[in-house]
Every structure is written in structure tokens, then in C-alpha cells.
């Protein structure tokens, strides 16, 4: 899991948006329960945001150099698919 989420030198914030009651945001609240303190661990100069709305759906965008960002929709995924696809969006420069 500790090279899984070395991030790129590009990348510069990662910010999670989810409902913090909503049963479509519950495999996002078990990822980051289980993954943010590794995460920032390996990243403590990268900011990672956090971000809880009443009835919005689970979303992760990463800012990278330039201003470039980039948005994965997370609505309907388990908790691995999220890792997955998290892991993808932190290693993938722009």
C-alpha cells in the first residue's frame, strides 16, 4: 500500500467530496477511514482534502501543475474499486 499511493511530483491537491449519511457515499467514507492516514504519511506536503455535502455524490479531484484537474466520478464503486481508481488518478501526471 506504501508505493501505491507515492504520489506524482506533479501533483499538487487531492480533494474527496462526498455525503457524510448517504448510503451512495459509504464505500467512499470506508476508503478514506482505512487509506488517509497512509496517504498522508507518504505525502505530508501534499494536501488532501476532505469535503462532506448533504446529498452530493462521491466525487475525487486532483489538481496538478498549471492548474489542470481532473474529476472521477465514485458513485456506485466498493471501496477497492476506489482505491483503484485513486491510485490511478495520483500516478497519472497530466
Do not use: W
Not at 511530483?9 to 448517504?22: H, M, N
Not at 452530493?56 to 482505491?83: C, H, N, Q, S, W
Request: hydrophobic share 35%; with cysteine.
Amino acid at each position: 500500500m506504501a508505493s501505491k499511493y507515492g504520489f506524482a511530483a506533479q501533483l499538487k491537491e487531492l480533494r474527496f467530496l462526498f455525503c457524510q449519511t448517504s448510503d451512495h457515499s459509504a464505500a467512499m467514507r470506508s476508503f478514506l477511514t482505512k487509506s488517509y492516514p497512509t496517504m498522508k504519511k507518504h505525502n505530508p506536503h501534499t494536501p488532501i482534502m476532505i469535503r462532506e455535502a448533504s446529498g452530493i455524490e462521491p466525487k475525487v479531484y486532483a489538481r496538478y501543475e498549471f492548474g489542470k484537474e481532473k474529476m472521477i466520478p465514485l458513485k456506485g464503486f466498493d471501496d477497492r474499486t476506489i482505491e483503484n481508481k485513486v491510485t490511478e488518478l495520483v500516478k497519472t501526471p497530466i
